[in-house]
């Protein structure tokens, strides 16, 4: 049984993106998805070969403290990636967003910044959760600045604590935010968002 349970049907959706809970039915997309930029090739990427997306599916669906979305373009319909609630922890109210991967096509545009608001948004108004947090690796300074940019709080650094695709161990760095810094972060996200409006790329 998963640690959160959220609506079969539920959908979050803001600015043209749209968050729903991942299932077969996303595969061809995804198969599509994860071939712009050959993500699986990337050092730092959890994406998917397209000959593993049916796996993929199936492996989010079994883990019990993980909860998977599908990403989706409401301009076309299609799902162009995926993300996910995951290390639950319901005792204290804690959980990260990640296991999160986009078309390369999407990159850098306004669908992270728009699926970080809408999780987090769900986290904190909804479910009532204290603490959201993120992760990524010490070699990807990308993702670094762009978790700080969305005012996360550095945690610390967790040494050797994950592999890349090619079998380097490196350490993982930890970000947070608590539900009393939630009303400034969300601010910003909205800025953000204001910011990118009415843009696909």
Same mark, same amino acid.
Request: aromatic residues 8%; charged residues 20%.
């Given at each position: 049984?998963?640690?959160?349970?959220?609506?079969?049907?539920?959908?979050?959706?803001?600015?043209?993106?749209?968050?729903?809970?991942?299932?077969?039915?996303?595969?061809?997309?995804?198969?599509?998805?994860?071939?712009?930029?050959?993500?699986?090739?990337?050092?730092?990427?959890?994406?998917?070969?397209?000959?593993?997306?049916?796996?993929?599916?199936?492996?989010?669906?079994?883990?019990?403290? $993980?909860? !998977? +979305?599908? &990403?989706?373009?409401?301009? *076309?319909?299609?799902?162009?990636? %995926?993300?996910?609630?995951?290390?639950?922890?319901?005792?204290?109210?804690?959980?990260?967003?990640?296991?999160?991967?986009?078309?390369?096509?999407?990159?850098?545009?306004?669908?992270?910044?728009?699926?970080?608001?809408?999780?987090? $948004?769900? !986290? +904190?108004? &909804?479910?009532?959760?204290? *603490?959201?947090?993120?992760?990524? %690796?010490?070699?990807?300074?990308?993702?670094?600045?762009?978790?700080?940019?969305?005012?996360?709080?550095?945690?610390?650094?967790?040494?050797?604590?994950?592999?890349?695709?090619?079998?380097?161990?490196?350490?993982?760095?930890?970000?947070?935010?608590?539900?009393?810094?939630?009303?400034?972060?969300?601010?910003?996200?909205?800025?953000?968002?204001?910011?990118?409006?009415?843009?696909?790329?």
């Amino acid at each position: 049984m998963k640690l959160l349970q959220l609506p079969s049907d539920l959908t979050l959706s803001h600015d043209g993106v749209r968050l729903e809970l991942l299932d077969c039915r996303h595969e061809d997309d995804l198969v599509q998805a994860c071939q712009d930029g050959n993500l699986w090739e990337l050092l730092y990427t959890i994406a998917p070969s397209p000959d593993k997306v049916h796996d993929y599916i199936a492996t989010a669906h079994a883990m019990t403290d $993980r909860v !998977a +979305f599908a &990403v989706i373009d409401e301009t *076309t319909g299609h799902a162009i990636g %995926s993300t996910s609630y995951h290390d639950i922890l319901p005792h204290c109210l804690r959980l990260e967003i990640g296991y999160t991967w986009y078309a390369k096509s999407y990159w850098r545009t306004r669908v992270n910044t728009a699926c970080k608001f809408l999780l987090m $948004r769900y !986290a +904190f108004e &909804v479910l009532y959760y204290q *603490t959201v947090a993120l992760r990524t %690796s010490s070699l990807n300074a990308r993702s670094q600045t762009a978790i700080e940019r969305l005012g996360a709080k550095k945690d610390g650094v967790i040494r050797n604590q994950r592999t890349t695709q090619d079998g380097i161990i490196c350490d993982t760095v930890m970000y947070s935010i608590t539900a009393d810094e939630w009303p400034n972060v969300k601010h910003n996200l909205q800025q953000k968002m204001q910011q990118h409006q009415g843009q696909h790329d």
